[in-house]
């Protein structure tokens, strides 16, 4: 059962339209079985590259391997991938069991055996006996898993996805990511999932790849992405981040300190940032990562006063805006435990974060 | 087949061969009709004598040109003015229709718009001896019991005119109620709320919005009145449109007079058309 | 008060379709059925009667041309469907924007000229002494003259012409709602071409398609001009046996009874064209 070829490998694949460059010589590695997220922007180049393993696009340069054979050249109707199109792309003059057996009759499959396979994978996605009802009789959700269906009963070596719960509300959309990552657990299939929605690709993936203009900004785990973000980009897409501009005043190994723009000391703890007294940083803060206190006891680096600009009640998710003595503004995550139930704007506050919780890029002229 | 799935790059350099040809194909007798009208020669038909604007304006036999030849002057005036008054009376018709069949629901309501379209499955021959036969009828029921004469109903432009409006409106209530269906209602609500008349809302809100709509059919009403045949040709009267003269004409033998009235023609029907749908393309 | 003049304005509005629709479609066809039953007896004396319908079936010439018109308005259908589809096709899923926009125009403007226009355009081209005849003499294919004019192939030339419009326009309108990705998911699930065409673009171009024959199939078989001007004075099309029964022989119980075969057969035609494609009526026609 080891194979020695991912799934899906990409070598410096690029697309070159007249004067612009989609996707600029990206290269990664999808292994057996594994739910690879692409997260990105709108506009970013994400679409492209999917349609381009899809063979809805031809590179420009790069090659692209599927199972180890090389995709160059090789018409969509005859890769090994099948695709969940944005709008699922579901064939609305036929009903759902001919939807699902479209790609078995394709290959000439004998009805008997189609009409067997059609209903075992209905039923796998938990919709047994639908066969004979019309699209537009399913809700979204049935609708959703028919799509993933219809190409799961080819068994292809590589699952697309573009964006498809996009068009979904929000209830279901939660619900539903759950149910794919099941899915792709339950078939044990490679899928690769494009989206521009963070909590989407942090919830399913086992890896995802960030991409911004054309290009991969980093590829990790969900957890490295959101807590190790290799690049400013990385670290601003995913996830809420307090940025703060700055300008290195002092470099002692792995600690630095900084000067912010809007003045005060910043201390951040951080290796191989490769900055040099004087040159301009940024410096991103989670929310989550800020500690709040009501009183003014206690000392440690990155300790300020400051004033309730406005409390955001949501829930788990529920923040405070607050603004620094210096002038500069902070979100800050509101832990939910009656602490401080009862702030209000104008209240004084204490925030307090760890050096190592911080993470610091040379500023990118922007 | 689509430009994102890869083709042969034969089948698409024959695919686009045969969309050449067809236009070759669409375009080619029209070109020739004008082409042969600027041949100075009495029969459209090659040799090539040279080049001649006499069929437009000559004066003398055998080159009296379209615009000294009496009949096609006098029947292109008649087609003017069946076209005007079948434009006027299929817009006016199918407005109300659209507003109808998009702002009321009765009983009925689709028996009633499927007979409205009943008149464009009805042959055009059909519906001309069916107006025919029913009138005449009428005119014979009437003058017998009255003595009197009712020239209105026998062969001639009313019939004409009322043969060509009983298809013409069913174009002009499709097209003015796609566009009545498009319209937010709330428009005319909101211009109902700030205190307009029920009338004043529509004439000051809705009508605007159709204008377009209307245009456009007025003027597919006119292109449809001017080149119609088949029904035209069992009411006709005396006085008849430009394609009966025409049709009389080309049976008698084709002189290039001809395609000079059908030059012109095709550039009017042209600007007609393309000004409509300028006219629409703005307002859209 | 409100609910009164609301009722007044829909009678308003009602008042023009009836008057319409009775006065001038519903009315007169009943007059024509009620003529083509009536015998005439003796001057001005009529018997109802079905002698004019038994005319027909006895009479070879009128049935034979009435079976020669439908096949023949069948032919140019089928042909004007193959010939128009992948026009509309390539207007609809290959073009883009301005190409788009021309192409449609090119395709629309020779059908709001005349069609009488077209037809002697048609003429010119085709007879003995016309362009293509002179065009194969002088490439040398031909020795002599070459009437290409009165025969079935001419009338066929000239139906295909006058009506592929009317096949064009409804298939762009559905081809073009046809999602692309509906084609890339055909193509993603292992489809060739045909089958995507077949399984995917012509059941969603259905309703486009049907409409576009119903209209085309109407066209040919109550077209006058292109037969007569085409296929020559005996080129037997059964709007000139109308004609011939009520403008040259004056028979009209007969001619009526002739316009209404008319109108069965193109009823009949459609009726079983909607059944078979399972659309209806209003459907098809009511986005023309």
Wanted: charged letters at 15%; glycine letters at 8%.
């Amino acid at each position: 059962m080891t194979d020695p070829h991912p799934d899906l490998e990409c070598r410096d694949l690029t697309k070159d339209y007249d004067a612009f460059r989609a996707v600029d010589q990206v290269s990664f590695d999808v292994p057996q079985g594994s739910f690879f997220s692409i997260l990105g922007p709108s506009g970013c180049g994400k679409t492209t590259l999917l349609r381009m393993i899809a063979g809805f696009q031809s590179p420009s340069g790069g090659d692209l391997r599927i199972k180890g054979k090389s995709m160059i050249g090789v018409p969509p109707n005859k890769r090994p991938v099948s695709m969940v199109f944005q709008h699922l792309a579901l064939f609305p003059t036929m009903n759902i069991g001919d939807n699902v057996g479209f790609g078995l009759r394709q290959r000439r499959v004998p009805r008997a055996e189609i009409r067997a396979r059609v209903e075992s994978v209905l039923e796998r996605v938990g919709l047994p006996g639908v066969s004979a009802r019309r699209v537009d009789q399913l809700s979204g959700g049935q609708k959703q898993r028919v799509a993933i269906a219809r190409c799961m009963v080819l068994e292809p070596d590589v699952l697309l996805l573009d964006e498809p719960l996009g068009a979904l509300d929000l209830k279901l959309r939660e619900h539903m990511k759950v149910e794919l990552k099941s899915l792709q657990a339950a078939f044990n299939t490679t899928f690769v999932y494009i989206t521009h929605d963070q909590s989407e690709a942090l919830v399913m993936s086992d890896n995802i790849a960030v991409m911004n203009k054309g290009r991969f900004e980093q590829i990790g785990s969900p957890h490295d992405v959101y807590h190790a973000p290799t690049t400013a980009f990385v670290a601003g897409f995913v996830g809420d981040a307090n940025r703060i501009d700055a300008r290195v005043a002092r470099v002692d190994g792995r600690t630095l300190t900084l000067t912010a723009e809007a003045g005060g000391d910043i201390h951040v703890e951080a290796a191989d940032t490769g900055l040099r007294v004087g040159e301009k940083a940024q410096v991103f803060l989670r929310p989550e990562a800020i500690a709040l206190a009501t009183t003014g006891e206690g000392q440690g680096p990155n300790r300020q006063r400051a004033q309730v600009d406005s409390v955001l009640f949501n829930g788990a998710n529920s923040s405070v805006t607050v603004r620094a003595d210096d002038g500069s503004v902070f979100k800050v995550a509101l832990p939910q435990t009656g602490e401080f139930a009862a702030l209000r704007r104008g209240d004084t506050v204490f925030t307090q974060w760890d050096p190592r919780q911080a993470r610091c890029y040379a500023s990118t002229g922007g | 087949m689509i430009p994102t799935v890869p083709q042969p790059a034969f089948a698409k350099w024959c695919y686009r061969a045969y969309v050449t040809a067809f236009f070759v194909y669409l375009a080619l007798p029209l070109t020739v009709v004008c082409v042969f009208a600027f041949n100075n020669s009495v029969f459209p038909s090659l040799p090539w004598e040279g080049f001649t604007l006499a069929w437009f304006f000559g004066t003398e036999a055998p080159f009296v040109g379209v615009f000294n030849e009496r009949s096609i002057l006098r029947s292109i005036g008649t087609s003017a003015f069946v076209a005007t008054w079948v434009a006027g009376l299929a817009v006016a018709v199918g407005t109300c229709n659209a507003f109808l069949f998009v702002r009321h629901d009765f009983r009925g309501k689709s028996l009633l718009y499927m007979l409205m379209l009943l008149p464009l499955i009805i042959p055009g021959v059909v519906l001309g001896i069916s107006i025919l036969v029913f009138s005449s009828s009428v005119a014979n029921t009437l003058e017998d019991a009255t003595g009197l004469w009712f020239d209105g109903l026998r062969p001639g432009l009313i019939l004409v005119i009322l043969g060509q409006f009983s298809f013409i409106t069913t174009f002009a209530t499709l097209v003015i109620s796609a566009r009545l269906e498009k319209f937010d209602p709330s428009l005319e609500e909101a211009a109902l709320n700030l205190g307009a008349s029920k009338w004043g809302a529509i004439r000051q809100i809705t009508l605007p919005f159709l204008l377009p709509a209307i245009v456009a059919s007025a003027v597919v009403a006119i292109l449809m009145s001017f080149e119609n045949f088949n029904t035209t040709l069992m009411l006709v009267g005396s006085d008849s449109p430009l394609t009966i003269t025409m049709f009389d004409k080309l049976k008698q033998g084709s002189t290039p007079v001809l395609n000079a009235v059908s030059l012109l023609l095709i550039l009017a029907s042209a600007t007609l058309g393309l000004l409509s749908l300028l006219f629409q393309g703005k307002k859209r | 008060m409100r609910a009164d003049a609301s009722r007044l304005g829909f009678y308003l509005l009602l008042a023009p379709i009836l008057l319409w629709l009775v006065v001038l479609i519903i009315l007169p066809h009943i007059g024509l059925f009620v003529v083509s039953i009536s015998e005439k007896v003796g001057p001005r004396e009529y018997e109802t009667g079905f002698a004019n319908y038994a005319a027909f079936f006895t009479e070879p010439l009128y049935w034979r041309t009435f079976a020669r018109t439908a096949i023949m308005s069948i032919a140019a259908t089928a042909l004007t469907l193959i010939l128009g589809f992948p026009i509309a096709y390539y207007i609809a899923k290959l073009t883009r924007g301005r190409t788009k926009t021309t192409l449609f125009l090119m395709c629309m403007i020779p059908f709001w000229v005349s069609e009488l226009v077209r037809t002697f355009g048609w003429m010119i081209l085709l007879r003995e002494t016309g362009v293509i005849s002179n065009a194969l003499q002088s490439l040398g294919l031909v020795s002599g003259p070459v009437e290409l004019l009165y025969n079935d192939a001419a009338i066929m030339v000239g139906l295909v012409y006058t009506s592929i419009l009317f096949m064009v326009v409804p298939l762009v309108t559905t081809l073009d709602s046809l999602d692309d990705s509906l084609i890339e998911a055909g193509y993603d699930l292992g489809a060739s071409s045909t089958a995507v065409m077949r399984e995917i673009v012509i059941p969603h171009a259905m309703p486009g398609i049907v409409s576009g024959c119903i209209v085309v199939f109407m066209l040919s078989l109550g077209n006058y001009l292109t037969p007569i001007l085409l296929g020559g004075k005996d080129s037997l099309w059964f709007t000139g046996m109308i004609y011939t029964q009520f403008i040259t022989r004056f028979n009209w119980e007969l001619g009526s009874a002739f316009g209404f075969l008319l109108l069965a057969l193109s009823s009949l035609v459609i009726f079983v064209g909607l059944k078979l494609s399972r659309q209806s009526l209003t459907d098809t026609m009511g986005r023309a």
